[in-house]
């Protein structure tokens, strides 16, 4: 395979680029982008129309989860069909974007305003981009995957407006406005017009890899680190050829490749990159190390079981079964273990992948890559781990590191103890308010989390913290590893409690560490908190939700965030007390309760919460991603249906066309009780609010 490479032909980009097509602004008036779409209307940059550019578009609304079923040159037909605009006379949401719109009115380049390109880390929304048409991204910020994807697929980005004249004047553009401000690697990246071709040239010899600071002549023995900085310098490639890892220290900035101890991947995204590899390496081509290489089956397990049916008549199921039939395919060509669906009877995966990668797979001091936005989960027990697209796994399965540039690291310090019905999802939903990240501040940085509040948490809890630090927009979550994390590598997974501590080991920050931002955060002042609908940082108090009970209609509970065995004990904590109070689940509602794997199932059956769970009238579902991506029971089916959930995010369409509350699981199951959006207080008793509709017997 490497030898073929090494005599593949492979060029740069021309110096000076010019664009033919017009501009599409991602505007929040769903007349003024019909106009651009379908009437062929061309719009000027005007102070008003800046103001009126779409803030925080999330990657669902580029493509929604349906359209990810396809993975090839198909998804050109489909980008922004998610996009959430105003009627700006009616005052209500509109979805004004149609398939083949965009590939239709000859756009070359889309512009919108902060934040774009959050949430999920699927590369098929910059695909989709590509293919119909889009060259060049403007946006006020980029989030860090997305942006690496447009770069990694050739797309070109930039936070510089004064481009887009420059394209509608047909002017020559030199390739460097687009490289300014980026690191060597990135540079070249986008000089050779992708992430493979760079590599490929990188295999030749042609580019050049930057010597970090450490290395130089004179440079000092130490450096204080932060503790993902210590996991970057382990894992730094100082020369591929003769496997040469590792470094004294790194700073922030510090680009290059680093090895990988896991890469991950799912059926959303296996498929497409499968396709590339073999496309691109030749079809009998063989990945590095298949061991350290892992499929999970995951995401759409329970499709058919919320799929409308006019999506099924459009063909969009059996589009979807083919992306588990690709990736069964390819692991079982490759000799890659392969967390499928259950055998028998029950209908369901094996594990979540973030849930499955903690379990059993993390260790302190790893560095993990994973095709998911929510793969800093792992960061709870000491791990660097971070989302990469489709192109970044599948040039990983070549050389088996992957390329980045050391981030910034800001730390979160929660302070205090907090009340007994505060969760680490409500010390999150609080962070996410914070103006550092609500105004973008976070994007591509680490966030370590730290403090007496955060040391008291169990792992299971700080996976929740890790596991958001994609809504954060961070590049990863950390919490150095400690006593806690000896506990539960002993106690979870049967290791020896000397090897445990050996590997628990420095995995610390450095006292004299540097951080661009501290937040300070006291965990006795925080209430139980819920996010309002359409983004994770929405959030509020629920006692601040007013007097008018906002009542539900579902009551999701569980995903990677929340399928723990942890979040299983406050679930069951909460219906147990409505239990012996003689209540059941709200008949207004219908409650789900969703886990992470199946040894979290088993965990359950042993507690005996899988009685409770059905004697209170809610419905247990076999692990899997399911209704945080609208592909499982819970998902809403109508505009003015109302869902309280403890998944990661909420953004437009992310689990039905309703109106989606996130909550801790305390907050969610209480709320199943209530029949509206409530938090739980210990002993006190549950308000039931009147049911909307008689019971049927």
Not at 114 to 127: L, M
Not at 258 to 274: G, K, L, Q
Not at 652 to 664: A, E, K, N, T, V
Request: with cysteine; aromatic share 8%.
């Amino acid at each position: 395979m490497i030898r073929d490479l090494l005599e593949r032909p492979i060029e740069k980009r021309p110096s000076t680029l010019r664009f033919e097509g017009r501009i599409l602004y991602l505007v929040d008036d769903a007349e003024l982008m019909r106009k651009q779409l379908y009437e062929g209307v061309e719009l000027e940059l005007t102070p008003e129309l800046r103001a009126l550019l779409r803030d925080q578009i999330s990657t669902d609304e580029i493509t929604p989860a349906y359209i990810c079923f396809y993975y090839d040159e198909t998804l050109g037909r489909f980008p922004y069909l998610g996009l959430r605009t105003t009627n700006r006379t009616a005052g209500e949401t509109e979805y004004p974007v149609e398939p083949d719109a965009v590939r239709n009115g000859g756009f070359v380049c889309s512009a919108a305003g902060k934040r774009r390109g959050k949430g999920s880390s699927r590369e098929a929304s910059p695909y989709a981009e590509l293919h119909a048409g889009i060259r060049v991204v403007v946006a006020e910020s980029i989030e860090r995957i997305y942006n690496e994807n447009c770069q990694n697929l050739g797309l070109l980005t930039t936070t510089d407006f004064s481009i887009i004249e420059r394209i509608r004047s047909g002017e020559e553009i030199p390739l460097a406005v687009f490289t300014e401000g980026t690191d060597e690697i990135t540079r070249q990246i986008i000089e050779y017009g992708g992430l493979f071709e760079f590599n490929v040239a990188r295999l030749q010899g042609k580019v050049t890899i930057p010597v970090t600071a450490a290395l130089q002549e004179g440079a000092p023995e130490r450096r204080p680190m932060t503790v993902a900085e210590k996991i970057f310098a382990t894992h730094l490639v100082r020369d591929a050829a003769r496997g040469e890892v590792g470094v004294p220290w790194v700073e922030p900035g510090d680009a290059g490749f680093f090895r990988t101890d896991i890469r991950f991947s799912h059926e959303y995204v296996t498929p497409m990159a499968s396709i590339f590899f073999e496309e691109k390496v030749g079809p009998d081509a063989r990945v590095v190390d298949p061991d350290s290489i892992l499929f999970f089956r995951d995401h759409l397990t329970f499709l058919d079981k919320v799929m409308s049916q006019e999506r099924i008549e459009q063909g969009l199921l059996e589009v979807a079964k083919e992306l588990e039939e690709r990736q069964r395919l390819f692991a079982e060509k490759q000799g890659v273990k392969l967390y499928g669906e259950q055998m028998g009877h029950q209908l369901g995966s094996q594990a979540i992948c973030h849930s499955k990668i903690l379990e059993e797979y993390a260790e302190p001091g790893m560095l993990i890559v994973g095709t998911d936005s929510n793969t800093p989960h792992a960061g709870a027990i000491g791990a660097v781990a971070f989302g990469v697209g489709t192109t970044a796994i599948f040039n990983a399965w070549i050389t088996k590191d992957v390329r980045a540039a050391v981030p910034p690291s800001f730390k979160v310090v929660v302070s205090g103890t907090p009340a007994e019905n505060v969760t680490a999802k409500d010390f999150m939903l609080e962070i996410l308010r914070h103006p550092y990240i609500r105004d973008g501040h976070a994007i591509g940085q680490i966030v370590e989390y730290a403090g007496e509040a955060v040391e008291a948490l169990s792992i299971d809890e700080r996976a929740t913290m890790t596991n958001m630090a994609a809504e954060v927009g961070a590049f990863t979550g950390i919490v150095e590893a400690d006593e806690r994390t000896v506990e539960f590598l002993v106690e979870e997974r049967g290791m020896d409690p000397d090897r445990a501590r050996e590997l628990v080991d420095g995995v610390q920050s450095d006292p004299d560490a540097e951080y661009v931002k501290i937040i300070e955060i006291d965990a006795a002042s925080i209430r139980p908190m819920v996010a309002l609908p359409n983004d994770p940082g929405n959030g509020v108090y629920v006692d601040e939700l007013g007097d008018e009970p906002v009542r539900i209609d579902i009551a999701y509970a569980g995903s990677c965030t929340a399928g723990k065995k942890e979040d299983m004990d406050m679930y069951a904590r909460v219906l147990a007390e409505a239990d012996a109070q003689g209540l059941r689940i709200h008949p207004d509602v219908k409650c789900y309760i969703q886990c992470g794997s199946v040894e979290v199932r088993e965990y359950c059956r042993r507690q005996g919460y899988l009685d409770l769970f059905h004697r209170m009238g809610a419905e247990f579902i076999e692990p899997g991603c399911g209704a945080c991506i609208a592909a499982g029971p819970g998902v809403t089916s109508s505009p003015d249906e109302v869902s309280i959930s403890s998944q990661n995010r909420n953004f437009p369409g992310r689990s039905g066309p309703g109106q989606l509350y996130l909550g801790s699981p305390y907050t969610v199951a209480a709320s199943a009780v209530a029949g509206y959006v409530t938090a739980w207080t210990p002993g006190k008793p549950f308000k039931p609010v009147p049911p909307r509709k008689l019971a049927v017997v």
